[in-house]
């Protein structure tokens, strides 16, 4: 089955620039979304197809698109960000979808 | 206000069925696919099953295929998830989550809306 790989943490000190990485061989074919998810909360989707931001979402939340690999920037991260964040995408028939394993953001 | 508001669940013994429901307010429901979406304590988000906004495409995952079967009735603006021949690896919270494409397309889309879950219960 198609799966998606996410680096299970990642840290960073307030204002600086975290980064989230999500692989994956149909991601050349088919979009990527992310979600943020707190704790004891849905989701929510904070980009849509690879790099566009849904109104409502911070500026700071930027999406990109490179081969078999996209990546989730959170430019000057603030202590509100702490969350897990999980990419979604499909198989290449699209019929099957799939989310990586989530990642842990943690502000130190 | 868009709104999914899902209910039904609740402790289920193995080899049990429970029918979860969504309603759906806020917005065209008949005009958007639906999903479901579960995750399990302490665990990651899995995709479990698709429908476009007519019901002529259905998507399963593999490991509720043949045991769950989504459903909707875009006149009472609702989703349903029947899961039969429940196990104690179904127990998790469930969300029904809003697709902004009507016909389940290729390059798939993703999950604008979400509800806040219902869990189930999985137990002997």
């Known amino acids: 089955s198609y799966e998606l790989t996410q680096p299970p943490s990642v840290s960073v000190s307030p204002g600086q620039t975290a980064r989230i990485t999500c692989s994956g061989d149909a991601l050349p074919k088919q979009y990527a979304y992310w979600y943020q998810q707190k704790p004891g909360q849905a989701p929510v989707l904070v980009i849509y197809k690879d790099s566009e931001r849904p109104s409502g979402i911070p500026e700071r939340f930027s999406g990109s698109s490179s081969g078999t690999t996209v990546t989730l920037t959170i430019s000057g991260v603030q202590a509100e960000d702490e969350a897990d964040y999980y990419c979604?995408?499909?198989?290449?028939?699209?019929?099957?979808?799939?989310f990586g394993g989530g990642t842990k953001l943690t502000v130190l | 206000e868009v709104q999914l508001v899902e209910s039904g669940g609740g402790l289920v013994k193995p080899g049990g069925s429970l029918r979860l429901s969504c309603a759906a307010s806020?917005?065209?429901?008949?005009?958007?696919?639906m999903n479901w979406v579960r995750q399990a304590p302490g665990k990651g988000l899995e995709w479990v099953s698709s429908i476009s906004s007519s019901s002529s495409y259905i998507y399963y995952a593999d490991s509720v295929k043949g045991r769950f079967t989504i459903s909707r009735d875009n006149a009472k603006n609702s989703l349903y998830l029947q899961m039969n021949s429940l196990r104690a690896e179904d127990t998790a919270v469930y969300y029904c989550?809003?697709?902004?494409?009507?016909?389940?397309?290729?390059?798939?889309?993703?999950?604008?809306?979400w509800g806040q879950g219902t869990t189930v219960t999985v137990s002997s």
């Open positions: 806020g917005f065209t429901f008949s005009s958007y696919s």
């Open positions: 979604q995408s499909a198989d290449s028939s699209g019929t099957s979808w799939v």
């Open positions: 989550a809003r697709v902004p494409d009507a016909q389940l397309r290729s390059p798939a889309y993703g999950m604008d809306v």
